[in-house]
């Protein structure tokens, strides 16, 4: 079982950056590729970036691409995802998920065990 707490949402101004960071429990959080998604309202959550467990390789949504990136510090059981020139589109609750299937669709919330609550991401123009 891992348990996945987010933190660092906020109100921001577009073309402002904000670090989200998720904080997971357990001891194998190592064992895990995490992803964000993101879920604006009335629309259908949506991958934003994942980093696998060794954590040498990311994959990002064509959306985010070259603002945000994605890392983790196994030491710390966190992953982040920083993003820069933030957009009011990016507006939406951030959600951070773990999985360790030896096989799975990475940008597809059904890739992923385990989810957190959300943090809650708005950009005002």
């Known amino acids: 079982q891992v348990q996945l707490v987010e933190s660092g949402g906020g109100l921001v101004q577009a073309g402002d950056s904000l670090r989200l960071s998720c904080a997971a429990s357990?001891?194998?959080?190592?064992?895990?590729?995490m992803g964000w998604f993101r879920q604006a309202p009335g629309k259908e959550r949506e991958f934003v970036a994942v980093?696998?467990?060794?954590?040498?390789?990311?994959y990002y949504a064509d959306s985010v691409k070259g603002r945000f990136t994605i890392s983790r510090d196994n030491a710390k059981n966190t992953v982040y995802l920083q993003m820069n020139s933030l957009k009011p589109e990016d507006t939406a609750v951030y959600s951070c998920?773990?999985?360790?299937?030896?096989?799975?669709?990475?940008?597809?919330?059904?890739?992923?065990?385990?989810w957190g609550q959300g943090t809650q991401v708005t950009v005002s123009v």
């Open positions: 998920a773990a999985g360790r299937r030896i096989v799975a669709d990475l940008g597809e919330s059904r890739g992923y065990d385990y």
């Open positions: 980093i696998l467990a060794s954590g040498g390789t990311t």
């Open positions: 357990g001891r194998t959080f190592s064992s895990y590729y």
